[in-house]
């Protein structure tokens, strides 16, 4: 079965700081992997996806994440953080496939991350 | 620019009261999912319906129905509510099954008494 971990809870950063949010995947081959975001009373809003092809991807808001295969990695940065940043981050993966009981995404438990003036 | 909605937005039941949740989707995709999210826990698969007339059972499956009355449409039913059930369910779609991007409503909060 598939999983996801987010090694971290809360992550709190300076404003104007870099940013890496941690993500762990565990899946029998190269899953289609994503980061989504979600501000507090609000639904989740997709930051990011990778299905193939370059292992960096770039998404809205500034944020980028990379892909290593090596360490069933997709973890998620960015260069300078803002405070409307603030908010919960969750990394999800899918199957590359459809059918046979095979659908949605898997969630990890989140990464609540602080800005902090 | 509606998307995926949802309906109610908060709700408060008793111990054994049933009710409904209901979503619907502008955007033509065929299959539609309903997640519950708790503190700690991220959000967990309850049921999917991969296209219209089917629907699966997910990771939390237990204490839930759902139907997928068209293709727009795909509501959530508690039949004998429990304090368990305390959570906020989000309804979502995507065009295709699979590990394809899911767009999400903006939640449902529910809280069993």
């Known amino acids: 079965a598939q999983s996801v971990t987010q090694p971290d809870i809360h992550i709190t950063v ?4 870099s940013l890496e949010l941690r993500c762990n995947y565990s899946y029998g081959a190269t899953p289609y992997l994503f980061w989504y975001v979600q501000s507090p009373g609000q639904g989740l809003q997709l930051l990011l996806k990778y299905f193939s092809g ?6 809205i808001k500034g944020f980028e994440a990379e892909f290593k295969r090596s360490q069933s990695s997709f973890n998620l940065r960015k260069p300078s953080v803002h405070w409307s940043d603030a908010a919960e981050y969750f ?17 990890g438990k989140g990464t609540h991350l602080i800005i902090q003036p | 620019n509606a998307g995926v909605t949802q309906t109610p ?11 409904t949740l209901q979503c619907a989707q502008d955007m033509n995709h065929n ?12 959000l967990r698969l309850i049921y999917y319906s991969a296209s219209e007339g089917t629907t699966d059972k997910g990771e939390v499956p237990n204490g839930y ?17 429990a304090p368990s059930q305390t959570s906020v369910y989000f309804c979502a779609s995507s065009p295709m099954g ?3 991007t899911i767009y999400f409503g903006e939640g449902s909060w529910l809280t069993v008494v």
């Not at chain 1, 370059?54 to 998404?59: A, I, K, M, R, S």
């Not at chain 1, 590359?96 to 898997?106: E, F, N, Q, V």
């Open chain 1, 54 to 59: 370059d292992t960096l991807v770039q998404g």
């Open chain 2, 98 to 100: 699979g590990g394809n």
């Open chain 1, 14 to 17: 300076s404003e104007g700081a």
């Open chain 1, 91 to 107: 990394c999800a993966v899918g199957p590359t496939y459809s059918g046979g009981g095979a659908d949605g995404l898997t969630f």
């Open chain 2, 9 to 19: 937005k908060f709700q408060v039941l008793k111990t054994g009261q049933s009710m």
């Open chain 2, 65 to 81: 129905n759902v139907s997928r009355l068209n293709k727009r449409e795909f509501s959530l039913r508690l039949e004998s509510a």
């Open chain 2, 31 to 42: 299959s539609m999912y309903w997640y519950r999210q708790d503190p700690g826990m991220g």
